[in-house]
């Protein structure tokens, strides 16, 4: 039996809210009821157009967005059996990315708010990154966030919607970034993540000891160190087999965040973890997080994986509180490529 009456009413009582992201390969829509609830969650990739290079190409990657934007969210709500009048606000992330990409977001979604008179909300992409997990569990505040993605690796303490405070972050290269240019120099295409974390699996992660660049004193992160080592080894033992020199390469990246990200919450006094961004999804990392955790009596929290890597569910879930803490975008937002979270735009 199915009572159409109480279903619609139940409909008015909720709000929907139609996020979108375009910062950097992927193009994204989805319908998130509540902050909470994904109803839909579309995310078109442009792996196959990228992986030939070992790397996104910015302006390939925004052809690409404007090719998929509309057929992407079109695709959302229509899953959603939701119309434009069902849309309680659109949330569109406005950086930090690549400029072109987000251009192609930040429009769209200006354009359909304008011709259909829906209220607009912008969102830090990391910030979203964050709010992964409330699609799932709500962690108390304050928490600790890692986001560490292609772009990004930073650790935050989070006291509330909109109240980041930055600790620590890379100092050069992006956890992710690291993993991507050591598959490219293994001789694997993009994104190299996935690629590294399945080859692991079958080689010997103390084959090789690099260096795991400590940064006594202070909450920051460095990556560039490890990469050369590991170019340097490809280049003198050609002979090493490929899955025990990413088993040794990830074994180091893992053990520098979790160490740092614990020995940070041990420092701040916070219980609470909450990893997020494409990195978050892999299994070596969850595991090694989820017993450090449990040894220092801190909760982890880790989204599920399809939640780490970009989407827009995220960027729904972060208007939600931002459009119901009576924020709003108006027609002057311009996509930033730098948009530290924390500052005055972000
Ligand atoms: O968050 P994300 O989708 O995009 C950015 O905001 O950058 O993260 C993409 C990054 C890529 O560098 C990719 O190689 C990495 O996340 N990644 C992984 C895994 N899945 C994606 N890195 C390690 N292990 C994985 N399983
Ligand atoms: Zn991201």
């Known amino acids: 039996m199915y009572d159409t009456v109480n279903e619609l009413n139940y409909r008015k009582t909720k709000m929907l809210i139609l996020g979108i992201d375009t910062s950097c390969d992927d193009t994204a829509a989805s319908v998130v009821e509540d902050g909470c609830r994904i109803i839909s969650n579309i995310v078109s990739n442009q792996n196959e157009i990228h992986k030939k290079y070992g790397g996104i190409v910015p302006e390939l990657a925004s052809r690409r967005h404007i090719e998929m934007i509309w057929p992407v969210v079109d695709e959302a709500l229509s899953r959603a059996k939701a119309g434009f009048k069902d849309i309680s606000a659109i949330a569109v992330s406005h950086g930090p990315g690549l400029i072109g990409s987000l251009l192609v977001g930040v429009?769209?979604?200006?354009?359909?708010?304008?011709?259909?008179?829906?209220?607009?909300?912008?969102?830090?992409?990391?910030?979203?990154?964050?709010?992964?997990?409330?699609?799932?569990?709500?962690?108390?505040f304050p928490f600790l966030a890692l986001v560490v993605s292609g772009g990004h690796t930073s650790i935050y303490i989070v006291e509330g919607v909109g109240q980041y405070v930055e600790l620590g972050r890379t100092r050069d290269?992006?956890?992710?970034?690291?993993?991507?240019?050591?598959?490219?120099?293994l001789g694997f295409g993009y994104p190299g993540g996935p690629i590294i974390d399945a080859l692991s699996s079958s080689g010997n992660p103390e084959a090789m000891l690099f260096p795991k660049a400590a940064l006594h004193g202070s909450f920051d992160f460095s990556f560039s160190g490890?990469?050369?080592?590991?170019?340097?080894?490809?280049?003198?033992?050609?002979?090493?087999?490929?899955?025990?020199?990413?088993?040794?390469?990830q074994s180091a990246v893992v053990e520098i965040l979790v160490k740092k990200t614990i020995e940070t919450a041990k420092t701040k006094g916070i219980k609470r973890l909450v990893l997020s961004g494409g990195v978050s999804a892999n299994s070596a990392l969850r595991n090694y997080v989820m017993q450090k955790a449990c040894e220092e009596n801190l909760e982890a929290y880790l989204p599920s994986l399809y939640l780490c890597t970009d989407n827009a569910a995220?960027?729904?879930?972060a208007g939600y509180y931002h459009f119901i803490n009576g924020e709003r975008a108006d027609f002057t937002l311009n996509p930033k490529a730098y948009l530290p979270l924390g500052s005055a735009d972000g």
């Open 173 to 185: 290269d992006a956890a992710g970034e690291a993993y991507d240019k050591v598959a490219k120099l």
């Open 226 to 249: 490890l990469k050369t080592a590991v170019l340097n080894h490809i280049k003198k033992n050609p002979e090493l087999k490929k899955q025990d020199i990413a088993a040794s390469f």
């Open 314 to 317: 995220m960027i729904a879930a």
């Open 107 to 140: 429009c769209f979604a200006k354009s359909l708010s304008f011709v259909n008179n829906i209220p607009l909300v912008s969102v830090n992409h990391l910030e979203g990154h964050i709010f992964s997990i409330f699609l799932e569990r709500k962690p108390e």
